[in-house]
């Protein structure tokens, strides 16, 4: 059942994140549509306001595909509305951990004040994403450190154990994770494309690169899942 626990909770967790595109498309004025919770082969779909809201087959995944006709549409957008739309998701996960930590704050045997229960889990967060960002350059140095979600579920289950603090602490520090993980400036993550954004608006001629890059990010992206995934899978079977 811990394990059960942890694949629905990154399930929660990219739900969280892409509700956030979401919700910042439409109140950034941007047309929606397409909300998907899955990749993959569509199971269940419902139009609602004019948006197509999905459940796909593939859980681990998602998006929030905009209305519009292909990429010089998008590059047209003004700047700050697709800058918005890309932060979005990340903030959500953050603002999720927050609310993780302060969970826990809560839980936490002390005497408890106002200024505590607003300002410690705000610190415990900022720390989580301090830690995070110190580790990103030794991830390139050592490769095994890279988990997949093979690893992610199975050293999650462990961690928890049954626990519901040690729950909402993975829930904290995974939230952050995909935070950080999406800011990196690697297209098609959403830091990415502020930095491709950027740069296409700072210069016109460099639009015939957004495609090309995004798919090269894309190849990048699947060669690291799939590495990730081997290793993982070669640690549970030795």
């Known amino acids: 059942m811990t394990y059960l626990a942890v694949v629905a909770l990154l399930g929660a967790l990219i739900f969280i994140h892409e509700l956030g595109h979401f919700l910042a498309a439409k109140a950034a004025g941007l047309p929606v549509a397409r909300f998907s919770l899955g990749l993959g082969p569509v199971l269940w779909s419902r139009v609602v306001g004019g948006t ?90 050592h490769g095994g450190q890279v988990s997949s979600l093979v690893g992610i579920v199975a050293e999650g289950g462990r961690f928890v154990g049954g626990s519901l603090p040690r729950l909402v602490l993975l829930a904290a520090y995974l939230s952050v994770s995909l935070a950080v993980f999406n800011l990196l400036p690697l297209p098609p993550l959403d830091g990415g494309k502020i930095v491709c954004d950027s740069l296409v608006a700072w210069r016109a001629g460099l639009a015939r690169y957004y495609v090309p890059s995004t798919a090269c990010g894309w190849l990048l992206l699947i060669g690291l899942v799939a590495y990730a995934t081997v290793q993982d899978v070669w640690k549970a079977l030795a």
């Open 52 to 141: 197509r809201l999905c459940l796909s087959a593939v859980p681990f995944g998602g998006y929030v595909l905009l209305k519009l006709a292909g990429e010089r549409d998008y590059l047209t957008l003004p700047l700050w509305r697709r800058i918005v739309f890309c932060l979005a998701g990340p903030a959500a996960n953050l603002a999720f951990a927050v609310g993780c930590y302060g969970l826990l704050y809560a839980l936490t045997p002390v005497e408890h004040s106002l200024v505590g229960c607003l300002a410690q889990p705000l610190a415990w967060t900022a720390d989580t994403v301090q830690a995070m960002l110190a580790a990103i350059p030794k991830l390139f140095g």
